[in-house]
Structure formats: C-alpha cells, structure tokens
C-alpha cells in the first residue's frame, strides 16, 4: 500500500526560503507522479502541478509557475516543494498526492493516497 | 468562476439522499476527461472516494455512488449517514489549462 508522510508545519517570515517534504513508500509498481495541492484556511483545493520522480519531469499550474519549483530524490524516496522567497500569501495547507502510473498504457488520472497535509505559515 | 461548478453547500438528514452535482464544460468533462470526488473531512487530508465517474474505490462505502450525465457528474449517497458530514471535491482536466487538473469548488455537506 502506498503512503506519503509530509513534513512538519513550518513558519517563517516574508522574503525566506522553505522547501517541504512528501516521502511515499510501500509502491511496487513504481510511484507514478507526485503532485502539489494548496489549500487556505477555509477555501477549496488549488492544483499547483506535479513531479515524475523516475526523471523528475514536472508541470506547474500557470497561476503557481515561476513562485515554486518542484524537485525529488529517488534515493530517499522523497518529492519536495520549494520557495525562493515566500510571501504572506502563501500561508495555506500543503498537500502532496500520487497519480498512480500507466500500466501496459492505460493511465489513471485521479490522485490518490493524499499525504497529511504541511502547514506553512509566513509572517510579515 | 471554476471551470467545474459545484453546489457551496448541500444537507440532508440521516438515512436521506443526497446528490452532489458537478457541471462541467466542453473543454472537461464534454472533451471526455473522467471525473472523480475526494471527501475532506474537518481536519483532514482529501481522500478518494469515486473514480472515473463511478467506480467505488476499495473501503469506500456501498452507499457512495456516482455518475455522468452529458457534461456533468454526480456524487449520490443513498442513506447519508453523520460520519459522512465533510466537504466534498470533484476533479477532472480541462483543455483551456493545456490538459491540466481542475478541482471543482467543493461542496459542504451537512447532515442534520
């Protein structure tokens, strides 16, 4: 059974850099993608984009693209989402969630298991 | 405006029916992109509770089920139960986003 385990609730303030973490295990048939969904206290879920571990391909939504940047270590089997400079808007709930992968050319296209959610706080 | 168009809220009370609708465009769910819901219950991480408009994933209850109708989807619990109060997403992929994935707004169902 595949899992992800996120990494701890972060603060920190305007202007630093973060990088969380989503560790997946428990995938035999390979991880497939690794994706990004925000989520501000209480609003609805926001796609940010996805990773391929296997070669670390990555899409990003346009409204994400440019502000985080996605990146993975397969040797520790570990998918991460960065910020160069975080801003106060940025204070949400993060979510990392598979996309499970093609097998003998079908694809699947919902995402499923979710990690616990990293909450990220940015002060002023 | 999200490109998939869900209910703010829906309620019902123990034992009733409850329909969750998701209306999508031609450039979702009528360019043939499959649908699928997640459940967040209060605190937690979304979990898969449809696929590919209507397939139950495992350790999801009979009560769930969901379908399609031209360009929108629906999420049916027959018999709602408390434990089923949460908000409720649905997912697709949209052609307007270079086929990348949409959530709907998400609906808040109460049961009272």
């Known amino acids: 059974e595949v899992q992800l385990v996120q990494s701890g609730a972060e603060v920190k303030k305007v202007g630093e850099s973060l990088k969380i973490a989503c560790k997946f295990s428990?995938?035999?048939?390979?991880?497939?993608?690794i994706g990004w969904v925000r989520q501000k206290p209480g609003k609805g879920l926001e796609w940010i984009g996805f990773i391929f571990p296997k070669d670390s391909d990555t899409t990003y939504s346009p409204s994400f693209q440019g502000h985080v940047t996605f990146s993975a270590d397969n040797s520790i089997d570990t998918a991460y989402l960065h910020w160069r400079a975080l801003q106060a808007s940025d204070s949400a709930v993060y979510y990392c969630a598979r996309r499970p992968p093609c097998d003998n050319g079908l694809c699947y296209t919902w995402f499923s298991p979710w990690g616990q959610g990293t909450r990220v706080t940015v002060s002023s | 405006q999200s490109l998939l168009t869900q209910p703010p809220s829906v309620s019902g009370a123990p034992g009733q029916t409850v329909n969750i609708v998701c209306a999508g465009t031609v450039s979702n769910i009528g360019a043939g992109f499959e649908v699928h819901w997640y459940q967040q219950l209060p605190g937690a991480a979304p979990k898969l509770v449809m696929s590919?408009?209507?397939s139950r994933p495992s350790g999801v209850p009979r009560r769930f089920s969901g379908s399609k109708s031209g360009t929108s989807a629906s999420l049916v619990i027959t018999g709602v139960q408390p434990e089923d109060e949460a908000d409720y997403y649905c997912q697709s992929y949209d052609t307007t986003l270079n086929n990348d994935v949409v959530f709907g707004g998400g609906t808040k169902l109460t049961v009272l």
């Open positions: 590919r408009f209507s």
């Open positions: 428990g995938h035999r048939l390979g991880i497939g993608w």
